[in-house]
């Protein structure tokens, strides 16, 4: 039960962390990207990395190294824009695998107090001889069936967490996409005027 404790407190702890950090750049990136888009149509870049600066989530340091790159060829700002989203991406993904690993995980160490109680309860039997009480059997398949339970409540819940940061996370992908794309446009616009 210590083990299946322990997970429990990991996993309410991984996906408070990362609720907080995904709730925080989902609240501020719009504004971020309706201001930088409105700063680079202008042409006022200092602006749009300011702005940058001042926003601390991944949308917003995938954009200024973008902005850090004006002065060079689309291609090469493009290319430097997809590298840091490739590196804020691998932050965001941070912790899930053990959060994935701790639904497959939880369950099995469940699992294996249920075992370790019925081989207690058949040890108890066995040194019982023929004075078999119901109460050598209970104690076992008492300890057997919580410990499952535990791993159950357990690993259902890291697989929940799981999967609802991990689609929390494809929406913000999506929207790191989008303002590649919007800020590539507005770049490419910007290098033929």
Known sequence: MIPLFALSILAVYIFAKKWWIINNIT????????????Y?????????????????NPIARMLLKGLSKMDRPVEEIKQAVENQAQVELAILERSLPLLATISGGAPMIGFLGTVMGMIQAFYNMSQAGNNIDISLLSGG????MVTTVAGLV????????YNYLTSKVSDIVFKMQCATNNFIEVAQQEKKN
């Open 154 to 161: 357990v690993g259902i819940m890291a697989y929940f967490f």
């Open 40 to 56: 680079l149509k202008e042409c006022r870049y200092s602006k749009a990395t300011d702005l940058c600066k001042e926003s601390d």
């Open 141 to 144: 398949i008492y300890t057997a």
């Open 27 to 38: 609240k501020s990136s719009d504004a971020l990207l309706e201001g930088v888009e409105a």
